[in-house]
Each structure stands twice: as C-alpha cells, then as structure tokens.
T-cell receptor, first 113, second 117 residues
Framework: AQSVTQPDIHITVSEGASLELRCNYSYGATPYLFWYVQSPGQGLQLLLKYFSGDTLVQGIKGFEAEFKRSQSSFNLRKPSVHWSDAAEYFCAVFSGGYNKLIFGAGTRLAVHP | DSGVTQTPKHLITATGQRVTLRCSPRSGDLSVYWYQQSLDQGLQFLIQYYNGEERAKGNILERFSAQQFPDLHSELNLSSLELGDSALYFC????????????????FGPGTRLTVT
C-alpha cells in the first residue's frame, strides 16, 4: 500500500542550527513528492516538489530536499533555521491511481532562541 | 496566500445538524480536492472534483457529500454531524490538466475549523 512515514513527531533545534526532517515513502512507481508547511492556525503551504531529474530540489524559504530512490527517502533540509520556521511539516506523495495526496503524520518543529 | 479561499473560517454546531463548507479554487484551476485533518487520523483525502465532475473518492462518509458548480467553486456538505466530525477541513485546487507536472501540485486554502458540540 502507498504510504508516507515521518519518523520524528517532534524536533527541537536552536535558531541558527541546521535542520533535517526525515520522510520515507512506499510507492510502486516513480513518486511525485512534496513537502508542505503548516503554521499554527494556517493552511498548508507548498515548500517544494520532486517530479523527476535532479534529485536535489530547492524550495521556498531556503529549504531543500534530496530524493534518494535507493532509500525511498525525501528528506527536507535547511542549513540555518530561523525562529519563524517553527511549524508543522508534512511530507506527501501523489497517488496517481487515486488522484490524491497521501500525507505523512507530520513533524512538529520547535525553534529555541 | 495560495489563492484558494474557504468560508467560513470557523463553524460551531451541534450534533445532528448539517453544515455547508465553501471553497473557491485559484483562478484557472479546474480541480478541487477536499481533505480532513483531525488529531487521530491526520490529513485524509475525502473527494476530488474536476470541472464539475466527481473524479476520485477517498475516505468520505456517506453522511458527507460535495459538488462543484459551473463557476468551479465547490461545496462540502456534512450532515447528521457527530462529535467525531470535529476537524479542520481543507480545500485544495490544481490545474489538473494531465500532461504537465503542475497537474500534481495542489494549493491549499486556509481551512474551515468545524467544532461539533
């Protein structure tokens, strides 16, 4: 079955530190992968996407993600975290057979000053 | 701002009642998706409409229904509400013209928070 796993429910980092949020997917075909961010009381904002080609994709707000087919992973990274990055982050895969996004459970990021 | 609008922002109602949530997609987007976000189930796909026609169905209860109108806005109707229906309901839209990668990109509205008491 198609699924997305985000192993870390909560992560706390210090402002200025680097960040890596993990995402593993299970999908039979070539996956179309996404990272979304949800700030408190807000909707989901698309950070970046991977469809094909270069496995390192750049997104908004200084985020990047690397697709590793051999590890079925699509981890999100940022070299230096800002306090405004505190939010919940969702990894998702597009399920073509069902025309829907399948989301992971999310990782809540807290940033210490 | 994604360009997707949803009304109302908050809705409080009693068990057994019926409510209607409204969504207007981004200009030019033909496809509308509805998702439910709850603490125990996470983000779950409910239903998709494309240019007025139902295209895909997910974990949508029989008490729930949706439609997409000629002007492409969509409504999600929830009836016989139960406490467990309390959740954040998101609408998303996409171009949904197969053949381009933007077909797969979904842009989300701010959501409607439904509280059933």
């Amino acid at each position: 079955a198609q699924s997305v796993t985000q192993p870390d429910i909560h992560i706390t980092v210090s402002e200025g530190a680097s960040l890596e949020l993990r995402c593993n997917y299970s999908y039979g075909a070539t996956p179309y992968l996404f990272w979304y961010v949800q700030s408190p009381g807000q909707g989901l904002q698309l950070l970046l996407k991977y469809f094909s080609g270069d496995t390192l994709v750049q997104g908004i707000k200084g985020f990047e993600a690397e697709f590793k087919r051999s590890q079925s992973s699509f981890n999100l990274r940022k070299p230096s975290v800002h306090w405004s990055d505190a939010a919940e982050y969702f990894c998702a895969v597009f399920s073509g057979g069902y025309n829907k996004l399948i989301f992971g459970a999310g990782t809540r990021l807290a940033v210490h000053p | 701002d994604s360009g997707v609008t949803q009304t109302p922002k908050h809705l409080i109602t009693a068990t057994g009642q019926r409510v209607t949530l409204r969504c207007s997609p981004r200009s030019g987007d033909l496809s509308v998706y509805w998702y439910q976000q709850s603490l125990d189930q996470g983000l779950q796909f409910l239903i998709q409409y494309y240019n007025g026609e139902e295209r895909a169905k997910g974990n949508i209860l029989e008490r729930f229904s949706a439609q997409q109108f000629p002007d492409l806005h969509s409504e999600l109707n929830l009836s016989s509400l139960e406490l467990g229906d309390s959740a954040l309901y998101f609408c998303a839209s996409s171009v949904a013209e197969a053949g381009g990668t933007n077909y797969y990109e979904q842009y989300f509205g701010p959501g409607t928070r439904l509280t059933v008491t």
